[in-house]
């Protein structure tokens, strides 16, 4: 069992300040790339990383990652919906948990470095299988005579950055923090309604699916074991996903609002590969 | 003491979002509308929508009648748009546009019920008020979409609006809706200023015309001039029948097709094919009557005043594909036919139903083609004195029709014979020994068989209401009109009223609020030469009176008050005139 030091924390610390500062210093990058004026300003050591100082080629020397997970995700939002000339249906949410998996692709490469701290900068794409949101739809306020569903697939493209905090005394662990923000493309499908008297009411089918461009982020702690197999690294870890609110689209013109899909979340567990 | 209150809020916090919760989570289903249903059908699924027009909120019924009167289940909502839609294929709701999405629309809620009427199909006729001479193929005069525009308790007055122009010797009229009205008249060649066949709408507002179509001038080609009919088919084409022609118009007036028909054994100028009918996969089916050779008297005179009416031919059977106008088949029948051919249905068999002098004969129509029913042979009907019947009437098992079509010296007979079982014949005598006015039988006095003292005369035929069982029958000399039923043991008197009239009579309101229409020749005028009509609206289960038009000039004879929209109705004017009567409470 690793032992968890005041080392440990101290190293926690930097990370985090690390981020701040390397999010600073990528903008100044960005402005005007200066190896010399970067290094000048630059309170970090960079002599252990030597990549850093050449921009491009640790760009062209980065890692593809593939991933693969499973996620537990909660969208859907009860609210009212309104029809011209009538009093409207209330969607009511029974079941917004949902579980399904995950694959991602990403690219990172390493610029940055500290003593404590290795960074890595990338874009990380992800599919979020389809999750269904499921319940009721109160007709006129009274009448519980449908139920309602629809399913949701998440399509997050992050920029990310990736801390890697070497484990103690040795090379091949390292602790990996990930953060993240990007568009997400909701894509709401398969909205379907069921009559719950026996068919007596007939479902209207009032929506469709939708694409849905959000913003989103995520953040990640994992545990990474470096050099698995030649070069190749596998990483275990748990991912956060802010996901947005996505909608559906409203097919009849006496529908006044649309559904939405309210602020989504999801909960990952995820194994990576580096190559 | 505070804390205290806090603990107490949150409670009462508690408690409220308990109550909430609980309610929602309680919602049970429910149908949104409440439906009692009268005039007993067979089962219908109907859809009614709280937002007819999205359609939205829709739920599924049956009901098992055709008059539904509809209220909402949820308080205090008013339903601006909501919307029924009828399941089984070619019904209709009375009175209401249809959307695109098959709904009629209508506003409703919890406290203001909406009472609608389901119309049933009527193949092949086009689906509004009349399109056919007598509503249906069966020629019941049952109009059910039509209603009265007076009140059921009597004591109504009737307005009048006549036409800005004539309309010579109009005979019916026809409706793609109540914006699209037809008229077809000219065909009474014996009525001065009647030419030939004309077609014309007719604003419905001022009767003026919209457009006028003059199809034939027999005044100048000298070909009979006898009544046809126009109807429009289910392909919202308008068709004509006059002379030896069927024509076929657009709701322009716009001839999009003229068929000349064989004329069997006379010649095309002495011939007529006097109106049409259909089946109800769209066949026309048409027969000829003639006017004797080397006689010139035009209109229906011809069949009385020529010095033999019966030296003709027999008639013919014609069979026609309205898509393609070209005859499907063509046969001679055993006889001169003289009343028009009558189509029902029984048994999943389609037939054309005939009246020979004195007996009946059918036709199988099957894809257009007669096949004569050799197993349905009634016994002769018609007894000595009497004359030649009128149309049959199809009304539910039964054929029904009257005798003395032309003036007889035996009291008129109604027949009812069976569809399934021609050996099933009722026969029944309404008139009998009812006292005939002094005039009128000293006008009549030599006008029967063989110079005999006529009794009797009934140009039009009966009217038959299937879903009440009753049958109207009328004689114009002894001027009297009654109601009969058919039991198990034969034909019964319902009631009988005094009533002159030379004209079909007119069923129109719902089951339950049946009314029969026809004119009433004022006392002292003779039937046939009179000069005046009244029109009297009477409960038709009862006899009773609820209302009678102001003196009006006399209508084309034979034919009949035509229902139109909103409780009104038209009258033909024998000299031209167009006539709305509008009867009100």
Same mark, same amino acid.
Not at chain 2, 223 to 252: C, H, T
């Given at each position: 069992?690793?032992r968890? +030091?005041? &080392?440990?924390?101290q190293? @926690?610390?930097?990370? =985090? ?5 390397n999010l600073? $210093? ?5 402005d ?6 970067y290094?000048e ?6 002599t ?5 100082f ?8 980065g890692?593809?990652i593939?991933?693969l997970g ?5 969208? +859907?939002? &009860?609210?009212?919906?309104? @029809?011209e000339?009538l =009093?409207g249906?209330?969607f009511e949410?029974?079941? $917004? ?6 694959v991602?692709?990403g690219?990172?490469f390493?610029?940055?470095a ?6 890595q900068?990338?874009i990380?794409?992800?599919y979020l ?12 306020d ?16 992050y ?15 390292d602790?990996v923090?990930d ?16 009559s719950?008297?026996g ?12 694409n ?7 953040a990640?702690?994992?545990w990474?074991?470096?050099h698995?197999w030649e ?6 870890g748990y991912?956060?996903f802010y996901?947005g ?31 | ?7 107490r ?5 508690l408690?409220?979002?308990?109550l ?5 989570c309680?919602?049970e ?8 249903a ?7 699924q ?5 937002d ?6 829709y ?7 055709l008059?539904?009167?509809?209220s ?12 029924i ?6 019904y ?15 506003s409703?809620?919890d406290?203001?019920p909406?009472?609608l ?6 193949p092949?006729?086009?689906?509004s008020?009349e ?17 009265f ?11 009048i609006?006549?036409?800005p ?6 005979y ?16 009474y060649?014996?009525?001065?200023g ?6 014309a ?6 009767l003026?015309?919209i457009?006028y179509?003059?199809l034939?001038?027999?005044s100048?080609n ?10 429009i088919?289910?392909d ?12 076929k ?10 068929l000349?028909l064989?004329?069997?054994g ?10 049409f009918n ?19 008297i ?36 055993p ?6 051919p ?10 054309v139903y ?5 007996t ?5 129509v ?17 007894s000595?004195g ?6 049959f ?12 079509t ?12 069976n569809?399934?079982?021609s050996?099933?014949?009722y026969?029944?005598?309404?008139f ?5 006015p002094?005039?009128v ?25 299937p879903?009440n ?11 009297k ?12 008197m ?7 009239t030379?004209?079909?009579t ?11 229409v ?18 009297v609206?009477r409960n ?6 609820l ?11 034979g034919?009949?008050v ?6 009104n ?17």
């Amino acid at each position: 069992m690793m032992r968890l +030091g005041p &080392s440990f924390y101290q190293k @926690i610390l930097i990370i =985090i300040c690390s981020f701040i500062v390397n999010l600073n $210093s990528a903008a100044i990058l960005a402005d005007n790339w200066d190896e010399k004026r970067y290094e000048e300003q630059n309170d970090f050591d960079c002599t252990l990383q030597p990549a850093c100082f050449n921009f491009l080629a640790e760009i062209a020397n980065g890692e593809p990652i593939f991933q693969l997970g499973w996620f537990t995700a909660t969208q +859907g939002k &009860s609210q009212h919906v309104d @029809i011209e000339g009538l =009093i409207g249906d209330d969607f009511e949410v029974n079941h $917004s948990s949902d579980q399904n998996l995950l694959v991602g692709i990403g690219y990172y490469f390493n610029w940055l470095a500290t003593s404590v701290v290795r960074m890595q900068y990338g874009i990380n794409a992800f599919y979020l299988g389809s999750t269904e949101v499921k319940g009721h739809v109160i007709q006129e306020d009274l009448f519980t005579n449908l139920s309602y569903r629809y399913s949701c697939t998440n399509y997050p493209i992050y920029f990310s950055a990736k801390a890697l905090i070497p484990c103690g005394m040795c090379d091949d662990y390292d602790i990996v923090i990930d953060l993240g923000i990007g568009p997400n493309i909701v894509n709401t499908h398969s909205f379907k309604e069921k009559s719950l008297d026996g068919g007596i009411t007939i479902p209207d089918h009032i929506f469709s699916g939708k694409n849905t461009v959000v913003f989103s982020a995520t953040a990640g702690l994992g545990w990474r074991i470096n050099h698995i197999w030649e070069n190749h690294s596998l990483e275990i870890g748990y991912r956060f996903f802010y996901l947005g609110q996505g909608e559906l689209k409203k097919v009849n013109n006496q529908v006044k609002n649309t559904l939405r899909t309210g602020n989504g979340y999801a909960n990952a567990l995820v194994i990576s590969i580096s190559i | 003491m505070q804390m205290h209150l806090l603990f107490r809020s949150l409670f009462n916090a508690l408690c409220l979002s308990m109550l909430f919760t609980t309610e929602n989570c309680y919602t049970e289903s429910g149908l949104f509308f409440d439906v009692s249903a009268t005039e007993t059908t067979s089962p219908l699924q109907i859809k009614l929508a709280l937002d007819g027009q999205g359609p939205l909120s829709y739920q599924n019924y049956t009901v098992d009648g055709l008059n539904l009167t509809i209220s909402t289940t949820i308080p205090h909502h008013t339903y601006p748009f909501a919307g029924i839609k009828i399941d089984n294929p070619g019904y209709r709701i009375a009175d209401l546009p249809q959307t695109k999405d098959g709904y009629y629309l209508f506003s409703v809620s919890d406290n203001s019920p909406v009472t609608l009427l389901i119309i049933p199909p009527n193949p092949p006729w086009y689906p509004s008020l009349e399109a056919f001479e007598h509503y249906n193929s069966g020629r019941s005069h049952v109009f059910p979409e039509a209603t009265f525009g007076g009140s059921y308790s009597g004591n109504n007055t009737v307005d009048i609006l006549n036409s800005p122009m004539v309309y010579p010797s109009g005979y019916n009229m026809s409706y793609l809706g109540p914006n699209d009205l037809f008229i077809y008249g000219g065909g009474y060649g014996d009525v001065a200023g009647s030419v030939g066949a004309f077609v014309a709408k007719v604003a419905p507002t001022t009767l003026g015309p919209i457009w006028y179509n003059q199809l034939i001038n027999t005044s100048i080609n000298g070909e009979w001039d006898y009544p046809g009919s126009m109807g429009i088919l289910q392909d919202g084409f308008i068709y004509v029948s006059y002379g030896y022609r069927l024509a076929k118009l657009n709701k322009n007036g716009v001839i999009i097709d003229t068929l000349t028909l064989p004329t069997g054994g006379a010649e095309p100028k002495n011939t007529s094919f006097n109106g049409f009918n259909a089946t109800s996969d769209g066949i026309i089916v048409m027969k000829s009557v003639y006017r004797q050779a080397g006689c010139s008297i035009q209109g229906p005179d011809a069949l009385l005043q020529c010095p033999d009416p019966t030296d003709v031919p027999a008639s013919i059977l014609l069979s026609i594909n309205p898509q393609t106008m070209r005859i499907i088949d063509n046969i001679t029948l055993p006889a001169p036919v003289g009343a028009r051919p009558t189509i029902g249905r029984f048994n999943e068999k389609e037939y054309v139903y005939l009246l020979e002098p004195t007996t009946a004969i059918r036709y199988e129509v099957r894809e257009g083609k007669f096949i004569l029913d050799n197993s349905w042979t009634p016994e002769p009907f018609v007894s000595s004195g009497q004359t030649l019947c009128t149309s049959f009437v199809v009304m539910n098992d039964w054929v029904v029709a009257q005798t003395n079509t032309l003036p007889a010296s035996t009291a008129l007979d109604v027949i009812a014979i069976n569809q399934g079982d021609s050996s099933k014949l009722y026969k029944f005598q309404p008139f009998e020994g009812d006292p005939i006015p002094p005039l009128v039988e000293e006008a009549f006095s030599t006008q029967g068989p063989d110079g005999t003292q006529a009794i009797s005369w009934a140009p039009m035929s009966v009217s038959a209401d299937p879903e009440n069982n009753l049958i109207y029958a009328s004689d114009s000399l002894p001027g009297k009109i009654a109601a009969l039923t058919i039991t198990a043991g034969g034909l019964e008197m319902v009631w009988k009223a005094e009533q002159t009239t030379t004209e079909f009579t007119t069923l129109i309101g719902s089951q339950t609020n049946r009314v029969l229409v026809g004119t009433d020749i004022p006392g002292p005028e003779i039937p046939g030469n009179n000069i005046n009509d009244f029109v009297v609206w009477r409960n038709a289960a009862t006899g009773e009176e609820l209302a009678r038009s102001p003196l009006l000039p006399a209508m084309t004879q034979g034919t009949m008050v035509q229902p139109y929209y909103n409780g009104n109705m038209f009258f033909e004017g024998q000299a031209g005139t167009l006539i709305k009567l509008m009867p009100a409470p």
